[in-house]
Structure formats: C-alpha cells, structure tokens
C-alpha cells in the first residue's frame, strides 16, 4: 500500500517539476521582450492587433446572453443523448427498452416544450415584434374607466415602443 501511494507522489512531483520548468524556463527563453515601456504603444491593451477605440465597459444586449441560454440548453440535451444511445443497445437487450426510451421521449418534450415556449414568447427573435414589446399587463378596452385618462388602442398607438426603430 504504501509503495503504491510513494509511485503516485513520485510521478505528482515530476508532473509538477515538469510544469514549473515548461512554464518559467521555456517561456522566459521563447517570450518577446519589450526594449522600453516608455512608449504608450507598448502600453496599450493589444486586440487582435487593431488599436483600442473607446472604453472597454460596453454594455451588450440581452438577447446575446439569450441566445447563448437557448444555446446551451440544447448542447446539454445532446450531452446527454449521446451516452444514452451509447447503452440504449445494452438496455433494451436487459428488457428496459422500453423505460428507458420512454425516458428519453420525456426529456425531449419538456425541453420542446421550453423550446416552444420560448419561441412563442418571441426571445428566439433577433429583432423583436411590436406584439411581443408591448409592456401593458392589461387588456385593451374600448371604454375607458373612470379616473384613466388614457385608456385603449389610441393611447397605446401613441407611445413610443422600447428600442423600436433600432438595429
């Protein structure tokens, strides 16, 4: 036993010793060195060799994080069917074919459903409908009530819709 454990701190030791020596002493010969900082060039972000124009604080659009969720949600489902079909074959020749791929059919549709849901709330769409922006929880009357003093279609018509007219 503990043979066994001395192997595993001998080879931990080499792979750390490895790493320090690839990383300090490999990188300090390999590494381009800056002849003087007192350029601002030299001190300035590097993007992809274009120069840096306006402040990296940026605020990006929500339907970019959407869309990476919506993405992400698919990429996991598809994570999971590939081991599943991997011991489909051994499952169903056990007699569990049939649970298990009823399994499977129970996870496809609850993330159609969430796919669906998605879509008909309108976040699978880049630029967004006027239906779909329209913030009011209530319904449209065509009478107003008392004490509104803007209340129907025409009131609605006449704000301006968040974002609209954008790219």
């Not at 490999?26 to 402040?55: F, H, M, N, Q, W």
Request: proline share 4%; glycine share 8%; hydrophobic share 50%.
């Amino acid at each position: 036993m503990g043979y066994d454990l001395t192997n595993v701190f001998i080879f931990l030791l080499f792979a750390v010793a490895f790493v320090v020596v690839t990383v300090s002493v490999l990188g300090y010969i390999l590494r381009p060195r800056a002849k003087s900082l007192d350029e601002p060039a030299k001190r300035e972000t590097y993007e992809c060799g274009e120069p840096a124009v306006g402040s990296s604080w940026v605020r990006f659009d929500i339907r970019f994080y959407t869309v990476a969720l919506i993405f992400l949600v698919f990429d996991v489902e598809v994570a999971f069917l590939y081991p599943w079909g991997v011991v489909f074959e051994g499952l169903r020749e056990k007699g569990l074919g049939l649970f298990v791929f009823t399994e499977m059919l129970v996870f496809i549709a609850i993330l159609v459903v969430g796919y669906i849901y998605c879509w008909r709330k309108g976040d699978l769409d880049w630029v967004k409908s006027s239906e779909s922006q329209r913030v009011s929880r209530r319904p449209i009357s065509a009478s107003p009530r008392r004490g509104d003093a803007k209340v129907g279609a025409a009131s609605d018509a006449a704000k301006p819709l968040v974002g609209a007219g954008k790219n």
